[in-house]
Nanobody, 124 residues
């Protein structure tokens, strides 16, 4: 059974940092591209960042460029999202997803497996 489990969410003040982790089981993560998505209340789920399986090529949404870094550790079967300079508009539930493909994608329908999400709240 494939499982993706996110961790690392929480409450942080504006300007602060969080590191989200996604632990995979039931699959070899090195065969999959990884995406991080977020969904704020009343909004569509949007692609924040993704990383390819073969070349590690990364893509970021314009709204997070320069503040967020995606990474993967295939030996540990994990993927991380380092988030710095957080803003209130970053508040959302963050999901990791795995896609059987070389290249990542910011399109949610491209993904095969999803985690349950972790809440990130940026507030003073």
């Amino acid at each position: 059974q494939v499982q993706l489990v996110e961790s690392g969410g929480g409450l942080v003040q504006p300007g602060g940092s969080l590191r989200l982790s996604c632990a995979a089981s039931g699959l070899r993560l090195d065969d999959y591209a990884i995406g991080w998505f977020r969904q704020a209340p009343g909004k569509e789920r949007e692609g924040v960042s993704c990383i390819g399986s073969s070349d590690g090529r990364t893509i970021y949404a314009e709204s997070v460029k320069g503040r967020i870094t995606i990474s993967r550790d295939d030996a540990k079967n994990t993927a991380d999202l380092q988030m710095n300079s957080l803003k209130p508009e970053d508040t959302a539930v963050y999901y990791c997803a795995a896609r059987w493909a070389f290249a990542g994608s910011r399109i949610k329908s491209d993904y095969d497996y999803w985690g349950q999400g972790t809440q990130v709240t940026v507030s003073s």
